[in-house]
């Protein structure tokens, strides 16, 4: 089967992709393209996804994309765009595959998500990559209060999906696993964590067993078409948090154990 190219309000989408055998072409209307067609009638939304394109897709085109600098740009993107669009992109719900690879493909998991190599490393790697970064540390402290596995309040549910948000584009970049469901991982597996096992698959566990994640995700999308609607004003995705100020002087390393601790029993 070809590659087929997802059509939008722009000439034609910027991420081609070939359906699994079998595959229905469509199941009822792909919010994943009405989000994307929303992101580009909006100046502002539009400009920032040119600019993350440019740097993740145009370059990874040409033989190969920097990866730092894509992952810059979709920082900016999702720091300076309208929230409403952004996570539109992130979370739009979907009923069939061919809507699941859009999203799933919304910012070129190949150069910001996958690789460089065939195999995913373990997730020590990342986690240790986080832990002395000044951009990443923050955000992962943040998603770790906002998102608690074990669940959360309804109204938390907007404060977890900004933060689920804000580690897109740093060390460890989640994204949605497959086009099968919307369970989402960074790319990372715990095979080669030796006797630090349990310590790699309670990072991993933050993404892969997290209910308030899970439930927050859900609710995104049980309210389309009104995520598109009624934009909230423009906020930067968290620099740094009252969190991050409280677990001063902590390691993500050794704060981990005791958020996930009970989840893995």
């Known amino acids: 089967m070809g590659a087929t190219c997802w059509r939008s309000a722009e000439n034609c989408s910027l991420f081609p992709r070939t359906l699994p055998a079998g595959a229905p072409s469509s199941a009822g209307p792909n919010r994943c393209v009405e989000a994307a067609e929303a992101c ?31 992952r810059r740009a979709l920082r900016r993107f999702f720091e300076r765009a ?5 996570q539109a992109l992130l979370f739009c719900p ?19 998500f996958s690789g460089p190599g065939s195999a995913p490393p373990s997730c020590l790697e990342p986690l240790a990559a986080c832990e ?8 992962l402290l943040t998603f ?6 074990d669940g959360c309040p309804p109204d938390q549910a907007p404060s977890c999906l900004r933060a689920y948000a804000g580690l897109v584009g740093t060390a460890v970049t ?3 696993v497959g086009n099968a469901s919307a369970r989402v991982a960074p790319w990372c597996d715990c095979g080669a964590s030796g006797n630090r096992r349990e310590e790699c698959e309670a990072f991993r566990g933050l993404f892969t067993r ?15 078409p009104l995520s598109l ?26 704060v981990l154990p005791f958020l996930v601790l009970q989840h893995l029993l």
């Open 40 to 70: 580009t009638a909006d100046a502002r939304c539009g400009r920032l996804r040119a600019g993350y394109v440019a740097q993740c897709l145009a370059r990874a085109a040409a033989g190969g994309c920097t990866r730092s600098r894509c």
């Open 82 to 86: 309208p929230p409403a669009l952004t």
């Open 94 to 112: 979907c009923g069939g595959p061919a809507c699941a690879e859009r999203r799933r493909q919304t910012f070129v998991p190949a150069c910001a």
């Open 132 to 139: 002395h970064s000044r951009v990443c540390r923050p955000r």
């Open 144 to 149: 770790q209060a906002f998102c608690a596995p």
């Open 174 to 176: 989640p994204n949605y």
């Open 210 to 224: 997290n209910h308030c994640l899970d439930g927050a995700i859900q609710a995104f999308g049980s309210r389309w």
């Open 229 to 254: 609607q009624g934009q909230d004003p423009a906020q930067r995705l968290v620099q740094a948090s009252s969190t991050d100020g409280q677990l001063e002087g902590h390691s993500l390393l050794s």
